[in-house]
T-cell receptor, first 109, second 116 residues
Framework: GQNIDQPTEMTATEGAIVQINCTYQ??????LFWYQQHAGEAPTFLSY????GLEEKGRFSSFLSRSKGYSYLLLKELQMKDSASYLC??????????FGKGTRLHILP | DTAVSQTPKYLVTQMGNDKSIKCEQN?????MYWYKQDSKKFLKIMFS???????INETVPNRFSPKSPDKAHLNLHINSLELGDSAVYFC???????????????FGQGTRLTVV
C-alpha cells in the first residue's frame, strides 16, 4: 500500500528554525512535493525534490533521501505568517500525487 | 488570470439533492484531479483525468461522477448528496511528467460543500 506519514502538529517560536519530517512508502517514486496551506485556502507549492539532497529556496529548504523514504522541510527565521499546515505529497510510479495528512504548524510570538 | 478556477466557492444544499462543481484550468496541462479535504484536513485524491481519459478512480461512492468534456475542464457531479459528503473539494491540474522535472499540481480555491 501507499503511506505518507508526518507529524500532526508542531509548535515553534517566531525567529526560530523548525524541521517538519515526512516518511513515505509508495509504489514507485517520481518526486516529492511540499505544499503550504493556510486555513480556508488552497494548497500552494513550496518545493520539489526528485534527487537526493537539499534544495534551498529562501527561508525554506527541503531534503530528500530516496533510499530511506524520507524528506524534511526546514523553515528558518520563522514568521507569524508561516502558521499554516504543511503537506508532504509524493508522485508515485503511476504519476498519481498522494498527500500526507499535513502538519499544522503553530508559531508563537 | 486564475490558473485553476472552480465554481461555486460555497455550496449549501439539502440531503438527496444532485449538484455539480465545475473546474477549468488555463495552464495547458494534460492532467486534472479532484481531491476531497475532510474536516480533519486530510487531502484525499478522488479522480484523475489525463487528456480527457479517466486514469485514477479511487474508492469513492458511484454517486460521484467526473466528466471531462475537454482537457481544460473536469467537472464533478454528485448524486443523492449525503451529510458525509460535506467537505472542501479541490480541483487541481499538472503537466504530464514527460521530460519536465518539476510538475507540481496547481490547485483551485476549493468548493466548500455543506449538506444539511
Amino acid at each position: 500500500g501507499q503511506n505518507i506519514d508526518q507529524p500532526t502538529e508542531m509548535t515553534a517560536t517566531e525567529g526560530a528554525i523548525v524541521q517538519i519530517n515526512c516518511t513515505y512508502q509508495t509504489s514507485g517514486f517520481n518526486g516529492l512535493f511540499w505544499y503550504q496551506q493556510h486555513a480556508g485556502e488552497a494548497p500552494t507549492f513550496l518545493s520539489y525534490n526528485v534527487l537526493d539532497g537539499l534544495e534551498e529556496k529562501g527561508r525554506f529548504s527541503s531534503f530528500l533521501s530516496r533510499s530511506k523514504g524520507y524528506s524534511y522541510l526546514l523553515l528558518k527565521e520563522l514568521q507569524m505568517k508561516d502558521s499554516a499546515s504543511y503537506l508532504c505529497a509524493v508522485r508515485g510510479g503511476d504519476d498519481k500525487i498522494i498527500f500526507g495528512k499535513g502538519t499544522r504548524l503553530h508559531i508563537l510570538p | 488570470d486564475t490558473a485553476v478556477s472552480q465554481t461555486p466557492k460555497y455550496l449549501v444544499t439539502q440531503m438527496g439533492n444532485d449538484k455539480s462543481i465545475k473546474c477549468e484550468q488555463n495552464l495547458g496541462h494534460d492532467t486534472m484531479y479532484w481531491y476531497k479535504q475532510d474536516s480533519k484536513k486530510f487531502l484525499k485524491i478522488m479522480f484523475s483525468y489525463n487528456n480527457k481519459e479517466l486514469i485514477i478512480n479511487e474508492t469513492v461512492p458511484n454517486r460521484f461522477s467526473p466528466k471531462s468534456p475537454d482537457k481544460a475542464h473536469l467537472n464533478l457531479h454528485i448524486n443523492s448528496l449525503e451529510l458525509g459528503d460535506s467537505a472542501v473539494y479541490f480541483c487541481a491540474s499538472s503537466q504530464d511528467k514527460g521530460w519536465v522535472s518539476n510538475t507540481e499540481a496547481f490547485f483551485g480555491q476549493g468548493t466548500r460543500l455543506t449538506v444539511v
